[in-house]
């Protein structure tokens, strides 16, 4: 497994292999989800399938920025009505596993409808926990 791992199964769309880069005790933030992380590769590979599969539409990397034990990806999407611009920041621990994945998105509108979508196909809110 790679560091490139996490972006090449999402630019597939291969969710098995995009789970397989992360750790099994990966912290998630993300927009509109508050203050506590998601925790767990199972909750998290949750909301990364409904992002990637429900959620975005025209999904695109357009750069990677990595320093030490991170790496920024940039990514351009539209969500509904929005453009978005948004940057998936990853940190990697043993084996190069994603341990820490916090995502950022503008405009802010279309972050909040990031984060209802997903929610939305949830069978739990994440903004409640914690």
Same mark, same amino acid.
């Given at each position: 497994m790679?560091r490139d791992?996490?972006?090449?199964?999402?630019e597939?769309g291969?969710?098995?292999?995009?789970a397989?880069?992360?750790?099994?005790?990966?912290?998630?933030?993300g927009?509109? &989800? %508050?203050?506590? $992380?998601? =925790?767990?590769?199972e909750r +998290? @590979?949750?909301?990364?399938?409904?992002a990637?599969e429900?959620?975005?539409r025209?999904f695109?990397y357009?750069?990677s920025l990595?320093?030490?034990?991170?790496?920024?990806?940039?990514?351009?999407?539209?969500?509904?009505e929005h453009a978005i611009?948004?940057?998936?920041?990853?940190? &990697? %621990?043993?084996? $190069?596993l =994603?341990?820490?994945?916090? +995502? @950022?998105?503008?405009?802010?509108?279309?972050?909040a409808?990031?984060?209802?979508e997903?929610v939305?196909?949830?069978?739990?809110?994440?903004r409640?926990e914690g």
């Amino acid at each position: 497994m790679g560091r490139d791992a996490f972006r090449l199964a999402a630019e597939a769309g291969d969710m098995d292999a995009l789970a397989a880069a992360l750790d099994q005790e990966v912290h998630f933030r993300g927009p509109a &989800f %508050g203050t506590a $992380d998601v =925790v767990g590769r199972e909750r +998290v @590979m949750g909301i990364l399938k409904i992002a990637f599969e429900k959620v975005y539409r025209d999904f695109s990397y357009v750069e990677s920025l990595d320093n030490g034990d991170r790496c920024v990806l940039l990514f351009t999407s539209q969500v509904g009505e929005h453009a978005i611009e948004g940057a998936q920041v990853l940190r &990697f %621990g043993d084996h $190069d596993l =994603v341990v820490e994945l916090v +995502v @950022m998105a503008r405009p802010a509108p279309g972050a909040a409808a990031i984060g209802e979508e997903i929610v939305r196909h949830l069978d739990y809110d994440p903004r409640e926990e914690g």
